[in-house]
């Protein structure tokens, strides 16, 4: 009788080793990290509610080596959702503004753009780069598109936008999420103003649960990371690192 060893195959029939164990590392992976996403999440918007924070902190004296920079959130959150990247910008010199009357970021990509684009004239913001989170980029690409008058805004770097929309905005049946969906009426318009891509750094990682198709934006400077979340990698220091050099790429 032939030895035990040589009657038992060394590795799975298919000719494939190891697939179905990264594939599920993988997906362990992106599941531990949804759990953490959704824990910091709340952290930062009970940080903001119950926490008193002055937007003044972040503004910093006039630099020409240093654009300013105004944040924009994305929905359901505050300005202050953007504490971690407000504080790495002002470390950096940027003169940091927030527009506090956008609030949780719940009304039309146009409605927000203008209440931006009210602030940039109110506060004489110029020659200013937007740093924005998930629907704050669509509102970026809008103020690009139409409220860019003498070429004012330098351009947009944009972490986790749904540029062209998300399958599970079909999960919520809720008005302020439909703008979210792959072909609604506001993504469309947003889609043909394809010019002002050139003008847009998005930044992504390998794993977004709230986009599962990703954000990479045609003709945009695309930057994936390897990071995972929607929410966590916005206290990434690789992500932190891309922000930093998307600004630097649009004001060059």
Known sequence: MRPLSRRLPTRPPSGRPGVIPRRLTEAGANIAAWAQDYAYALRWQA???LGRWDPAHYRAPADPDRSPV???PGIYESWTFLLPVAGLL???GHDVHVVEDLKFNTGTIEEMA???DAHLRTAGVERCVLVAHSKGGL???????HHNRDAGIHGLVAVNTPFSGSQLARLLPLSTIRVFLPHSPEL????????????????YGRFDPHIPGGSRLEGAHNVQLETRGHFLPLN??????????????LTR
């Not at 509102?139 to 598109?145: T, V, Y």
């Not at 469309?188 to 930044?203: E, M």
Request: net charge positive.
């Open 47 to 49: 940080a903001g509610v």
């Open 70 to 72: 105004v944040l924009i």
């Open 90 to 92: 002002r470390e950096h």
């Open 114 to 116: 203008e209440l931006v």
């Open 139 to 145: 509102i970026g690409k809008h103020l690009l598109a």
């Open 188 to 203: 469309t318009a947003l889609t043909t103003q394809q010019a002002v891509n050139r003008d847009i750094v998005s930044i």
């Open 236 to 249: 990434d220091p690789r992500v932190h690192r891309a922000i930093l050099d998307g600004i630097r790429a």
